[in-house]
């Protein structure tokens, strides 16, 4: 089976910082582009950033250009997102996905 499991999430000040990460299993990781996606109350998915195979080509929406990063790790079949700067309008639940499908997400929620 395939298994996305996202973590890292929480409650941070705007401004503030955190680093998720995404746990995969029951594929070849490292053969896959892998993306981050969330979803706000109310709203439709918005994809936030996405990677290739490999982690040398990057896609960032333009809510977050400069502010995230995104990155893998292959030999430990672990993807990463680096949020900074973080805006209220980033509160949403993420998720990782790829071609297979989308794990269980991680709530993010930025407020003062």
Do not use: H
Request: charged residues 15%; positive net charge.
């Amino acid at each position: 089976d395939v298994q996305l499991q996202a973590s890292g999430g929480g409650l941070v000040q705007p401004g503030g910082s955190l680093r998720l990460s995404c746990v995969a299993s029951g594929f070849t990781f490292g053969s896959y582009d892998m993306s981050w996606v969330r979803q706000a109350p109310g709203k439709g998915p918005e994809y936030v950033s996405a990677t290739n195979s490999g982690g040398g080509t990057s896609y960032y929406a333009d809510s977050v250009k400069g502010r995230f990063t995104i990155s893998r790790d292959n030999a430990k079949n672990t993807l990463y997102l680096e949020m900074n700067s973080l805006k209220p309008e980033d509160t949403a639940v993420y998720y990782c996905a790829n071609s297979r499908g989308r794990g269980q997400g991680t709530q993010v929620t930025v407020s003062s």
